[in-house]
């Protein structure tokens, strides 16, 4: 931390510390006495009893004789040992092991899995139907249902290789982004707003949400893939979505206070940018030896500062990233929006005003005080990038620069004049009419990215990670533990992208077919997705992760390689059926012997009950959405800055992926199903259950939406009887036909709710106001009860 160490004659001596660390003949002089005894900045031990005065007087004598070391006492340099753990040794491709019962097998991921079950004499499960089979491929791979006549078709096709063809359509699907996606936001911890106290809106978060979308969509490979997110703005000539995909960083909490220490904003950031990386890439809890070395895994907090000193240039930037068919419309626009905006500055006087205002805000930031406090806040609302408009020439800035200060000036201006003044001027009714202007024209879409500062400042070990306190100064660098890094002089982001996503790195490709085989199955091969050091579980079956991982490196990173191989596979399209014989020796079903049943993701939940009752928007990509809450939701966020303005239309109804998650006061049906809060990475969400949940269903806007819905769909299709509506709306909501028991009891309860509905107009309407031709309002209420119960099931509410 210090650079203080007395390991070695020339660590104490001559080490990274730059001052005396032991002046030989003068303990007075020396370091070690200062920081034994408390005379120093740094104390030692920082908590607990020091050493006793009598110990401290040894070592003054020992100094003052000459400080001799023993001869043999070696050097140790922190993490440059190799290390014996599993998941440190390079990725070989093991050999496929014998099987003896060879009918199990389809594919290599099956022949160890039925070795490993033939070692513990267990057989496989057999193959589900084919109507959960699709259903399942279909709810994994692109996050919604199969249709009716997509899952007849599939039960139909008696020709080899059916299965196959229904998986390589879904991976041509659009909607595989969309699925995907949600998986890698998780990692990202995406929101659609800051965090912190404003927790203020970020209206162009979705430009990265849809390059992630096109990216899994067009099958990037994944090094690639990594490499433009940590850092695709310094790859050579740079396009704007490689700059775009640097988005990823950008999901960092922000706190835009005026009164806030930017240095601490902008180390915790590169923090919290280095941490992630090393848990989304590396599966590593390198944030560990944030403030002292890693009590378990070879990590230094100096390696730790390396990897921070990446990251601690990168400041924000905003580009302009337009989508299809913005630009026309744009650029025809933009001349009668900048003359009528000239022409309101004008009429309102606020080209001289904001000439007066501009150096002396500079000239406040450069003498604070000078001024008073008002014009010192002047600047420190200021953001980073409105700052370095400020300080440019006024014929530097670009027409977007130079409209961005003159709004900057618009509504801040008010803190260094009177109240009187700024009403006399009119600029509050100025700043109105340029917003409604402002809707009038069409507007480009922006893209939040990083670029590395120009003089960006040292990187140094922070003690105990405190950044007031800094100790040595440190240059970038990486875990010697792992694979050499080989570099320039001066290695950054870029360097440090390529020595992630290089073949020889022995984690990135464990870590990201790990977390693949832990979203077919529930738990990953490594139950610890995001720690792979020592603490972290070891692999269930530790030579079919590394032909895993072999196998994705040299397909050329495909992902959907990947997820074709594991879906095709016996394994994965086994029956979830519990074996009484399994419940003791394998709870978990951590050996393969049959697939798991798991719960749908909060997203996918809403998304199946759109699908079924033919509600969902099915457009991909654009901005968030905000659907029906509770009442008054908003109101729990801090000073009315958080506003939800209900989507209209058909918006309102598009996949989960789109709902505005607000930090501060997320959208209460994500996080009753266990939504991650977007403040850190998530590498695996949890599933609880609880009654709210059931209310949730049975009472949302969304899902009473869905099963109005599908009861109207039920009636306008022209069915002639209750039976027929029913098994339709079986095979909608579930890909398959009532059992006798079932359709006796389902119709059953129709026919209770209709004779009810019948006495009690009122409680009809409320179910459903609409007319459909040739249903009575007592019919179409009683499905509309009928449907919510449907879309309750427990099966439809999993992926069985």
């Known amino acids: 931390m210090s650079g203080l160490r007395l390991d070695h004659p020339e660590a104490a001596l001559a080490g990274a510390y730059s001052g005396p660390v032991i002046k030989l003949g003068n303990s007075a002089g020396s370091r070690l006495i200062q920081v ?166 970020r209206p162009y978060a979705w430009r990265w949400r849809k390059w992630v979308i096109d990216a899994l969509n067009s099958d990037q490979p994944f090094d690639q893939f990594t490499i433009d997110q940590i850092a695709g703005d310094l790859l050579p000539n740079s396009t704007v979505e490689q700059k775009v995909a640097t988005g990823f960083h950008r999901n960092s909490l922000t706190n ?117 406090g008002d014009w ?32 900057h000036f618009l509504e801040w201006y008010s803190a260094v004049v009177s109240k009187q003044r700024y009403t006399d001027l009119k600029f509050k009714e100025l700043r109105d009419k340029l917003a409604k202007l402002s809707e009038t024209n069409p507007a480009l879409t922006e893209a ?77 091969l490594v139950a610890t997705p995001s720690d792979f050091g020592t603490q972290g579980e070891r692999p269930t079956h530790p030579e079919l992760l590394d032909w895993l991982a072999a196998e994705f490196q040299e397909s050329g990173w495909s992902v959907k390689h990947m997820h074709k191989l594991i879906v095709e596979s016996a394994t994965y399209r086994q029956s979830s059926q519990s074996r009484k014989e399994l419940e003791s020796r394998d709870a978990d079903n951590r050996l393969l012997a049959r697939q798991s049943r798991i719960r749908l993701e909060a997203e996918l939940l809403r998304d199946s009950a759109l699908s079924a009752s033919g509600l969902l928007d099915p457009m991909i990509g654009g901005p968030s959405i905000r659907p029906p809450q509770p009442a008054g939701l908003t109101n729990l966020g801090y000073g009315n800055f958080v506003k939800w303005p209900e989507s209209t239309g058909r918006e309102r109804y598009r996949r989960g992926l789109y709902i505005f998650f607000q930090r501060t006061v997320p959208y209460p049906q994500l996080m009753m199903f266990d939504a991650p809060d977007s403040n850190v990475s998530c590498p695996k969400r949890e599933r609880s259950t609880t009654p709210l949940q059931a209310l949730n269903l049975l009472n949302d806007p969304v899902f009473f939406e869905a099963a109005q819905s599908m009861a109207a769909e039920l009636w306008r299709e022209n069915l002639k009887t209750d039976a027929d509506r029913l098994d339709t709306a079986f095979r909608l909501a579930l890909a398959r ?24 107009p009122k409680l009809a309407a409320s179910l459903f106001a609409g007319e459909v031709e040739g249903a009575s309002s007592a019919d179409l209420a009683a499905w509309v009860a009928l449907t919510r119960v449907i879309l309750n099931l427990d099966e439809f509410l999993t992926r069985e």
């Open 737 to 760: 036909q009532p059992s006798a028991q079932e359709k006796d009891r389902m119709l059953s309860y129709l026919d209770q709710q209709r004779n009810r509905l019948r006495n009690e």
């Open 36 to 201: 034994v005894s408390g005379e120093g900045k740094i104390k030692m031990p920082p908590a607990g009893p020091g050493l006793k005065p009598e110990e401290i007087a040894t070592l003054r004598r020992w100094i003052d004789q000459g400080a001799v070391w023993p001869a043999s006492l070696p050097l140790k340099k922190a993490g440059s040992a190799r290390s014996s753990h599993w998941s440190y040794q390079p990725i070989h491709r093991p050999e496929l092991p014998p099987v003896k019962e060879t009918q199990f097998v389809r594919n290599a991921i099956d022949a160890f899995v039925v070795t490993r079950l033939e070692q513990e004499q267990i057989s496989p499960s057999e193959e589900a139907d084919r109507r959960t089979l699709i259903r399942r491929v279909s709810l994994d791979l692109i996050g919604l249902p199969p249709t009716p006549t997509e899952v007849e078709e599939f039960v139909t096709d008696k020709r080899p290789g059916a299965y196959e063809r229904v998986v390589d359509r879904l991976l041509h699907s659009p909607h595989y982004g969309e699925k995907w996606a949600r998986h890698w936001l998780d990692l990202a911890r995406y929101a659609d707003s800051d965090g912190y106290e404003k927790d203020l809106p």
């Open 376 to 407: 010192d806040l002047a600047w420190t609302v200021l953001w980073n990038d409105e700052r370095k408009i400020l300080l440019k020439p006024s014929s530097e800035r670009t027409r977007k620069e130079s409209d961005k200060l003159a709004d």
């Open 256 to 372: 835009r206070e005026g009164g806030i220490d930017r240095e601490q904003l902008r180390v915790e950031q590169a923090v919290d940018r280095t941490n992630t990386v090393s848990s989304v890439w590396l599966g590593l809890t390198v944030g560990c030896a944030q403030c002292h070395d890693h009590k378990y895994d070879r990590i230094s907090q100096n390696e730790y500062y390396q990897l921070f000193a990446f990251f601690s240039p990168a400041e924000d930037s905003e580009l302009e990233a337009p989508v299809a068919g913005e630009v026309g419309p744009y650029l025809r626009s933009l001349p009668e929006y900048q003359k009528k905006r000239s022409e309101l500055n004008k009429e309102y006087g606020v080209e001289p005003l904001q000439k007066e205002w501009e150096p002396k805000v500079i000239d406040a930031s450069r003498n604070p005080g000078k001024y008073g």
């Open 448 to 524: 939040s990215a990083i670029a590395d500062m120009q003089s960006p400042p040292k990187a140094h070990v922070l003690i105990r990670g405190d950044f007031q306190n800094p100790g040595i100064e440190v240059q970038p660098g990486v875990l010697a533990v792992l694979n050499p890094f080989s570099t320039g002089a001066k290695p950054n982001r870029l360097d440090l992208a390529r020595w992630i996503a290089a073949k020889e790195n022995p984690l990135t490709a464990r870590v990201a077919v790990n977390r693949m085989w832990q979203a077919f199955f529930g738990c990953g």
